[in-house]
């Protein structure tokens, strides 16, 4: 079994949008990104990704400096090259094709030692959606207080 270490997680995503599908893909990162990502210096709220040229990027996610590094440090914003296998890539373009699909970081965990992002296939909420779910998260919560007090009573 792969051992696999949760770095961040955009919880804002889940809110926004639903998930159709998921899928893990590997990410290129330079040496003191890798660093920094471990160290969960990470920022990708806005963050999306693009297929160009049959590949895919990662935009808008942010990679802080590593601070114990030398002049050699990176470039916090270039986008970031994802690794999917070619007949993933092109489902998942099919896909974005559709109006209101998008690719949305979900995760991002460390596997066997290697960072990878969980991409989503996301389409945008409504704000009854959102209505929804917020009612939906307090039943759930309000449910599980219940059924709490009623094992301490």
Known sequence: MAESKKIAENKKARFNYTIEDSIECGI?????????VKSGNISFLDSFAEIINNEVFLKGFHISEYSYSSVFNHNPDRPKKLLLHEDEIKRLKRKVEEKGVTLIPLDFYLKNGRVKVNLGLCRG???FDKRASIKEKDLNRSMQRDFKNSLIS
Not at 28 to 36: A, D, I, M, Q, R
């Open 125 to 127: 909420k409504k704000l």
């Open 28 to 36: 290129v990162l330079e040496g003191t990104e890798v660093k920094s």
